[in-house]
């Protein structure tokens, strides 16, 4: 009799706790949106997978190594334990997806079209006011956020995910968990989020612009632009480096033409390794001491400004640019200056055929959406090199 009740009492359901019931079903829910509705399955599937695993009572998943007294090691970590560590706690794995965006980037909208940097760079505007929002509901005591929190709150306006991880694990790891998942699920919402908001911001004959013909751009600049990109940003802004050269050299990779077996790894094969340890060891964050408070509401609803605001002023950006420019810009590739590559630029696209079926935006859209990606990495150095 003694030996079943220790039996029970060693079991998860002895120990489970509300907190753990609740983000159990949590991470059913992240699993049950990644396959049913296609929200970011290449992530929300394996964060999900890693919020249950991490919340099994006495499964050890996340448990920390123990050594006795002259260093020997007398019980291993557990294996989510070690993916935190080694690849999200050092930086290594964001800074390997991105190589791998980098690998499937086109800069050609981009230099076509320079002008187009202006809206990548106004959409990172909502990063910013996040920012100031964060320290003005801790000023009032509704949230208690630090500077350092509200900065990794505010790159969630950015829509990118890698991004988002990278600052959160410099600047507010304890947050990384509530941080990742906002970002993934507003990256997921997209054509959802964005389409009213450009709506609201345009008119129908705006929305009927039609935009030239984009010029070729030559396989030299295309070379030298990524070069160019990061010796300049990393003169000026060296914190911003490590994301930007990553994403650069992923990108001269494809560009140059003589590694297409290095490019054609960092697309699929390590990118896709990488992004299965990047979701389950964000998913070891998703523990319930850490996400079940009041902050994670915080986050996510400051997260959700951030996301609106940074496509309202890459759309207002077009705008003024029309204002003062002789070449027509449709307001709507704005909205693809958040870094959501290539949703953002496809909602623009569907967004300016539903006013003009002949109207094609989506190499126009890919331009500012580029400038997003590399946008938020500059927002991202410049929080860390701050805060950090």
């Known amino acids: 009799?003694?030996?079943?009740?220790?039996?029970?009492?060693?079991?998860?359901?002895?120990?489970?706790?509300?907190?753990?019931?609740?983000?159990?079903?949590?991470?059913?829910?992240?699993?049950?949106?990644?396959?049913?509705?296609?929200?970011?399955?290449?992530?929300?599937?394996?964060?999900?997978?890693g919020a249950i695993l991490v919340n099994i009572p006495g499964a050890g998943f996340l448990a920390e190594p123990v050594y006795d007294a002259v260093g020997h090691l007398e019980s291993p970590g557990g294996i989510l334990y070690y993916i935190y560590e080694a690849g999200i706690s050092t930086g290594i794995f964001p800074l390997i997806i991105f190589m791998g965006v980098g690998a499937m980037t086109d800069f050609g909208p981009l230099l076509a079209n320079p002008r187009t940097l202006f809206l990548g760079a106004a959409a990172q505007f909502g990063i910013f006011t996040t920012v100031i929002g964060a320290v003005g509901l801790s000023a009032m005591g509704l949230m208690d956020f630090s500077l350092a929190d509200a900065a990794a709150i505010g790159i969630i306006g950015g829509a990118d995910g890698p991004t988002a991880i990278f600052v959160s694990s410099r600047l507010a790891p304890d947050l990384l968990g509530a941080i990742a998942v906002a970002a993934y699920s507003y990256m997921a919402l997209v054509p959802m989020i964005q389409p009213p908001i450009m709506k609201a911001l345009t008119t129908q004959a705006e929305r009927e612009i039609r935009m030239e013909q984009l010029r070729p751009v030559s396989q030299r600049e295309k070379i030298i632009f990524p070069l160019s990109l990061l010796m300049l940003v990393a003169l000026f802004l060296p914190t911003a480096a490590p994301l930007l050269g990553m994403f650069c050299f992923g990108n001269l990779m494809k560009e140059s033409g003589v590694v297409e077996r290095l490019s054609d790894t960092a697309q699929n094969a390590l990118i896709n390794i990488t992004t299965i340890f990047l979701g389950l060891g964000v998913g070891s964050k998703l523990s319930s001491d850490s996400f079940l408070n009041v902050e994670t509401l915080g986050i996510l609803l400051?997260?959700?400004?951030?996301?609106?605001?940074?496509?309202?002023?890459?759309?207002?950006?077009?705008?003024?640019?029309?204002?003062?420019?002789?070449?027509?810009?449709?307001?709507?590739?704005?909205?693809?200056?958040?870094?959501?590559?290539?949703?953002a630029a496809r909602v623009a696209n569907k967004v300016g055929l539903e006013a003009n079926p002949q109207n094609f935006l989506l190499m126009h859209a890919m331009g500012p959406n580029v400038a997003g990606v590399i946008g938020s990495a500059v927002a991202a150095g410049v929080m860390i090199s701050y805060l950090g």
């Open 1 to 49: 009799m003694d030996s079943l009740l220790k039996l029970f009492q060693d079991s998860g359901i002895y120990q489970l706790e509300a907190g753990q019931f609740v983000m159990l079903l949590v991470g059913l829910l992240l699993v049950f949106l990644a396959i049913r509705k296609g929200f970011e399955p290449l992530l929300l599937l394996p964060i999900g997978m």
């Open 302 to 343: 400051l997260g959700i400004v951030a996301f609106a605001i940074g496509t309202a002023t890459g759309v207002i950006m077009a705008k003024l640019m029309n204002r003062f420019g002789n070449t027509p810009i449709n307001p709507l590739i704005g909205a693809a200056g958040v870094s959501a590559v290539p949703m």
